[in-house]
């Protein structure tokens, strides 16, 4: 199993080059998993990678 690399909503929608809203809306759709920690939301970069890759494949593919 990959270890997690963990991610504020800063680092995560730098990452992602998305703004945090985007990031929220993601979240709220059940597309990515936040985990509360403390007073924080804390994201997993390697689900986001996942979720932008299977995006960016299934765009392919339909074109």
């Known amino acids: 199993m990959t270890e997690r690399r ?3 909503e800063g ?3 730098d990452h992602a080059r998305v703004s945090g809203n985007t990031l929220r809306r ?9 985990y509360k920690v403390g007073r924080t939301v804390r994201y997993d970069l390697n689900e986001i990678d996942a979720m932008l890759t299977a995006t960016t494949t299934a765009e392919a593919a339909a074109q």
């Open 6 to 8: 963990w991610a504020t």
């Open 11 to 13: 680092e995560a929608s």
């Open 26 to 34: 993601w979240r709220a759709q059940g597309r990515i998993t936040g």
